[in-house]
């Protein structure tokens, strides 16, 4: 029994752009865990104001309804609706696994914190993957709404970020049989998450113990997860290059020159399919700012501080991942303020990428010349931080 006084009932969510790919996996759960039940929230009509939620077991459509699109927000509305459904499965009993299959641009984050938060237990996050559309997916920077895909008439998130956020969150990868699919496909999608079980959907197993069906119940840390996403201590790529894809971590103590890093962001983002990490400016020492970039677009928005910036008294609040991760590249001058970018691509242009990012550094004058000055320095991020 849980905490709630019902019986406990595990939850896997299943997400992801490539929606073949989701249907097959959320299939292949359904045919492997007898018994299992479906929840569905499909958000097609969701500019229009209304959710449409399917309840669905291996035999097909137990039942469904409409809910209000509340404050233009789909996780309001996926909150609101999707666990008093949790709730009532759990109090009737004998569903071994509800599977929440998430409409094609939801994020699972947001939903695994939801669930988590109504108090119930996720036992996997599973993200389905087509490998042979990892590229396109990662190079499309079409806002969502040009294809129909936006979660609300005010989404303004692309396919490209919304899918690279969907593919990273995962602790497991539940990959299609794709016949188009090359090494380079299967490359990509190893150095962008190489921690990630990757388990393809395949063929069922009605023991239940295929292994997709053991991924959906391996287990999941919803505040792990989180901090592996926080640009503060986010578990980032390794250096690699095999079958023509090359990842590069490139780090640096030095600061950035804000006017010849702005100057240079057109080239670094659409160096790469996919480039991500922590960053700081000589005009902005106190602030951790997050490289987010995707489809030849790039996000930068401000994380909060360096650690280092912060008074001794501050540190009992943050979280003690942080912490570590902060003591164990600690400088004595700049504490935990560092470049930290990684990029990861087919045809990467290594050597080229790395002068370019040298160049955007402080020179060995502007850096001697100290704090005050670099303070100085003309603020060329304002417009893109919107401070």
Not at 4 to 24: E, K, Q, S
Not at 128 to 148: I, M, R, T
Request: a negative charge.
């Amino acid at each position: 029994m849980s905490g709630h006084g019902r019986p406990d009932l595990p939850v896997v969510i299943v997400g992801g752009l490539h929606a073949d790919a989701r249907r097959a996996a959320v299939a292949r759960l359904l045919a492997d865990v007898p018994g299992s039940v479906v929840l569905h929230h499909d958000l097609a009509t969701a500019a229009a104001g209304t959710v449409v939620r399917t309840v669905r077991d291996a035999t097909g459509v137990l039942s469904s309804g409409e809910a209000p699109l509340v404050n233009d927000c789909a996780c309001c509305a996926l909150r609101e609706d999707l666990v008093p459904e949790l709730e009532r499965l759990a109090r009737a009993g004998g569903t071994p696994l509800a599977v929440v299959e998430l409409w094609d641009s939801v994020e699972p984050k947001a939903m695994a914190e939801v669930v988590t938060a109504g108090g119930f237990t996720v036992t996997g996050v599973i993200t389905a993957v087509d490998p042979a559309l990892v590229l396109p997916y990662l190079g499309n920077g079409d806002d969502l709404a040009e294809g129909g895909l936006a979660a609300a008439a005010t989404d303004q998130r692309t396919v490209a970020d919304t899918f690279a956020r969907q593919l990273e969150y995962a602790p497991v990868l539940a990959l299609a049989d794709s016949p188009e699919a090359d090494d380079e496909d299967r490359e990509l999608l190893a150095q962008l998450h190489p921690t990630a079980r990757r388990v393809p959907i395949g063929h069922g197993d009605p023991a239940g113990s295929s292994p997709l069906a053991r991924a959906a119940r391996a287990g999941f840390d919803v505040e792990a997860a989180a901090a592996a996403q926080h640009p503060a201590c986010a578990l980032l790529p390794a250096e690699a290059d095999a079958h023509g894809v090359a990842t590069l971590v490139w780090h640096s103590r030095r600061p950035f020159h804000p006017e010849r890093l702005y100057a240079a962001l057109e080239d670094l983002t659409c160096a790469a399919a996919r480039s991500r990490g922590r960053f700081w400016l000589a005009d902005k020492a106190d602030t951790l700012l997050h490289w987010d970039a995707a489809g030849g677009a790039l996000c930068v928005e401000s994380a909060g501080p360096w650690l280092a910036s912060l008074p001794d008294a501050a540190w009992e609040m943050v979280p003690p991942v942080r912490r570590a991760a902060a003591a164990l590249d600690w400088h004595p001058e700049h504490g935990d303020r560092c470049q930290h970018l990684v990029f990861t691509s087919p045809g990467l242009d290594r050597d080229g990428l790395e002068r370019l990012l040298e160049s955007c550094l402080l020179t060995d004058a502007e850096y001697a010349a100290g704090r005050a000055a670099w303070e100085r320095l003309p603020s060329a991020f304002d417009t893109l931080l919107e401070v």
